[in-house]
C-alpha cells in the first residue's frame, strides 16, 4: 500500500469526545500497521489549555484503557502528538497556529502539507475556514492543503447552501472532504465489488428480476447523552438524509468508467438526481415518523424518548423514520425502495436486502420460496444468500436454504476500521468516498419535503422501545403483499428476535 506524503493533522476540538474515541485510535492503529509516512505529526487545537506532554499524556491513558496497544509503539506514536490552545473564534489567534505549523514544517519536513480536521460543534464549520483564510492557511503555495468536515453538512436545504458557500469562499472543493463514516465501512465498498465483478449478479441487478429492496439501520441504544443535540435533529437529519441515502446510491449506481472520485462520485450523484421526488401523497402514505415510548424488555425498564436527558417533555422529534421511495431510471423504474432506521429497536443492525422476483413456474406457483440476498453492513459482516431447493421425501416440493460469508473468516486480512480508512484517502488525496458538493445539496432537496412535513405534529406515531417500530411502518409493506425482514445480531439467524 502506497503510503501518504508526510504531512501535519490539524484536530480542532482535540479536547473533544470524538478525537479521544475515534480519531487518535485511528492514527494509532494506522501508525502501528506502518500505514503512515515516515515523517507526520499531529497538531490538537482547542480552547484548553494543555502543554504537549500532557496532552500527550491524556490521549496515551485513553488509548491504554480502551485500546489493545504496544507500549513501544504507544510511546512513539505519542511523541508526534503536539498541542495548541487558541480560542477558534479569533483571528488573530490563528499567528499563533500559523507560527506551531511552521515550526512543525521545519521539525518533520512535512513541505507545508496539512489536513485540517473540523471536530467541533457544526457552528464553527463556517468561522475556522474564514480564520485559517485570514493567515494564508489554506493557501496550497506551499504543500496541499485539505479541509476535513464532520456531518451534518447544513440543517436543511438553506443552511446547506449556505454552509456550501462559506466553505467555498476559502477553500475549493478538491481541498474539502466531506466525511460520512459509513462510507468507510469495508461492507458498504464491498456493495460495489460485489454487483460489478461478478456476472452472477449484475445481469439480474435490475427491475427484470427484483421485486423491491429493502435498507435497514437499526440501533438498539436510545440517545443517550446526546438528547440535547438529537432532540434538534431526529432521525431523518441524523441517519436517513447521509447515511442511509449515500447506502441506497451504492445499491442502486451504474458501474462507474475507472475506481477514482470523479467517475465514482458521477454515478452516486445520477442516482440522487433519479430519485422520484416525494408528493404530497408520499408524505400522507408513503412515510412513516415514530417516536419510542417506554416499555419494559426482558425485565429492563427502557425510558421513553422525552424520559431521555436533554429532551423536552411535549417533544415532536422523530426517533423513526420509515419511508417507499423510488429511482426514476432505466434500471429501477417501479421497483420499491423501503428504508427505515430508528432507535431503541430490537437490535443493532444495517443490512441491504434484495428481493427477487418468484419464479413465473406454475408448478411451484405461490409456494416457491422467495430468493433473497442479504448484505450485512454491521454487526456479523458478511453476506447471506437464501434459494430453494427440494425438500427431502417424495413430490417437488421446495425449501428455502441459504449460504453465507461471514468477513471474520478472512482472519489473515486486516480490516481498517471506517475512520482508518477514510483519515488514509483524505491523507493520500483520495476522495473517492467522501460527499461531493453537488450530491450533499441533492440529498438535502429530496429530503426537504420530510422535514417541511414533520412540522405537522400529528405526522407521528408512537413505538414501545425494543420493537421493530410503529404499526404504520409495517403497513408500507403489507399493503403491497410485502413484509419487512426481521434481522438478528447473527446474519445467520433468520426468526425474529431481540438481544
Same mark, same amino acid.
Given at each position: 500500500m502506497v503510503k501518504p506524503e508526510n504531512n501535519c493533522i490539524v484536530i480542532f476540538g482535540a479536547s473533544g469526545d470524538l478525537t479521544h474515541r475515534k480519531l487518535i485510535p485511528a492514527f494509532y492503529h494506522l501508525f502501528a500497521n506502518g500505514l503512515l509516512s515516515e515523517e507526520f505529526a499531529i497538531l490538537g487545537v482547542s480552547r484548553t489549555?494543555?502543554?504537549?506532554?500532557?496532552?500527550?499524556?491524556?490521549?496515551?491513558?485513553?488509548?491504554?484503557?480502551?485500546?489493545?496497544?504496544?507500549?513501544?509503539? %504507544? !510511546?512513539?506514536?505519542? @511523541?508526534?502528538? *503536539?498541542?495548541?490552545?487558541?480560542? &477558534?473564534?479569533?483571528?488573530?489567534?490563528?499567528?499563533? #497556529?500559523?507560527?506551531? %505549523? !511552521?515550526?512543525?514544517? @521545519?521539525?518533520? *519536513?512535512?513541505?507545508?502539507?496539512? &489536513?485540517?480536521?473540523?471536530?467541533?460543534?457544526?457552528? #464553527?464549520?463556517?468561522?475556522?475556514?474564514?480564520?485559517?483564510?485570514?493567515?494564508?492557511?489554506?493557501?496550497?503555495?506551499?504543500?496541499?492543503?485539505r479541509l476535513i468536515v464532520e456531518k451534518p453538512f447544513g440543517y436543511d436545504l438553506a443552511t446547506a447552501e449556505q454552509l456550501d458557500k462559506d466553505l467555498h469562499a476559502h477553500f475549493q472543493e478538491h481541498q474539502i472532504y466531506r466525511i460520512d463514516h459509513y462510507l468507510g465501512k469495508e461492507t458498504v465498498q464491498n456493495l460495489l465489488v460485489f454487483r460489478f465483478a461478478n456476472t452472477m449478479f449484475e445481469p439480474l441487478w435490475n427491475r427484470n428480476f427484483i421485486d423491491y429492496v429493502e435498507i435497514t439501520a437499526a440501533e438498539f441504544l436510545g440517545v443517550e447523552e446526546r438528547g440535547g443535540y438529537y432532540d434538534g435533529a431526529g432521525a431523518v437529519r441524523d441517519m436517513?438524509?447521509?447515511?442511509?441515502?449515500?447506502?441506497?446510491?451504492?445499491?442502486?449506481?451504474?458501474?462507474?468508467?475507472?475506481?477514482?472520485?470523479?467517475?465514482?462520485?458521477?454515478?452516486?450523484?445520477?442516482?440522487?438526481?433519479?430519485?422520484?421526488?416525494?408528493?404530497?401523497?408520499?408524505?400522507?402514505?408513503?412515510?412513516?415518523?415514530?417516536?419510542?415510548?417506554?416499555?419494559?424488555?426482558?425485565?429492563?425498564?427502557?425510558?421513553?424518548?422525552?424520559?431521555?436527558?436533554?429532551?423536552?417533555?411535549?417533544?415532536?422529534?422523530?426517533?423513526?423514520?420509515?419511508?417507499?421511495?423510488?429511482?426514476?431510471?432505466?434500471?429501477?423504474?417501479?421497483?420499491?425502495?423501503?428504508?427505515?432506521?430508528?432507535?431503541?429497536?430490537?437490535?443493532?443492525v444495517t443490512e441491504v436486502v434484495i428481493h427477487f422476483k418468484k419464479t413465473p413456474h406454475p408448478v411451484f406457483g405461490a409456494n416457491a420460496p422467495e430468493n433473497k440476498l442479504i448484505i450485512r453492513i454491521q454487526p456479523d459482516e458478511g453476506i447471506l444468500m437464501s434459494f430453494g431447493l427440494k425438500k427431502p421425501g417424495a413430490g417437488f416440493e421446495a425449501k428455502e436454504v441459504s449460504m453465507d460469508f461471514h468477513y471474520e473468516s478472512l482472519e489473515e486480512t486486516h480490516m481498517l476500521t471506517a475512520y482508518e480508512r477514510l483519515l488514509l484517502d483524505s491523507m493520500k488525496g483520495d476522495a473517492t468516498l467522501f460527499a461531493r458538493t453537488d450530491a450533499v445539496k441533492a440529498c438535502w432537496k429530496f429530503v426537504q419535503p420530510i422535514l417541511d412535513y414533520k412540522e405537522n405534529p400529528e405526522h407521528l406515531y408512537g413505538y414501545a422501545a425494543g420493537t421493530w417500530g410503529p404499526k404504520e411502518a409495517d403497513e408500507l409493506l403489507s399493503r403491497d403483499g410485502r413484509e419487512w425482514r426481521f434481522p438478528c445480531k447473527n446474519l445467520t439467524n433468520t426468526d425474529y428476535c431481540e438481544l
Open positions: 489549555h494543555y502543554s504537549d506532554a500532557e496532552f500527550q499524556q491524556r490521549l496515551k491513558e485513553s488509548l491504554t484503557a480502551n485500546e489493545k496497544v504496544d507500549p513501544q509503539v %504507544l !510511546d512513539a506514536f505519542c @511523541q508526534r502528538l *503536539h498541542y495548541q490552545a487558541i480560542d &477558534t473564534k479569533s483571528v488573530e489567534d490563528y499567528a499563533t #497556529l500559523k507560527t506551531r %505549523l !511552521d515550526d512543525i514544517e @521545519q521539525k518533520y *519536513h512535512t513541505k507545508g502539507n496539512t &489536513t485540517f480536521y473540523l471536530a467541533t460543534p457544526p457552528s #464553527l464549520y463556517s468561522v475556522i475556514p474564514q480564520c485559517l483564510a485570514a493567515h494564508g492557511l489554506n493557501s496550497e503555495e506551499n504543500g496541499w492543503k436517513f438524509q447521509n447515511h442511509l441515502l449515500q447506502v441506497l446510491a451504492m445499491v442502486g449506481m451504474e458501474p462507474p468508467a475507472a475506481i477514482n472520485a470523479d467517475s465514482m462520485r458521477d454515478e452516486v450523484m445520477k442516482v440522487f438526481q433519479s430519485l422520484q421526488p416525494l408528493s404530497e401523497n408520499d408524505l400522507n402514505n408513503n412515510l412513516v415518523l415514530g417516536q419510542y415510548t417506554e416499555s419494559d424488555v426482558r425485565g429492563n425498564h427502557l425510558k421513553g424518548y422525552r424520559e431521555e436527558p436533554g429532551v423536552a417533555e411535549d417533544s415532536r422529534t422523530e426517533t423513526y423514520v420509515g419511508l417507499k421511495m423510488f429511482i426514476d431510471n432505466w434500471r429501477w423504474n417501479g421497483v420499491p425502495f423501503y428504508v427505515r432506521t430508528g432507535k431503541r429497536l430490537p437490535t443493532r
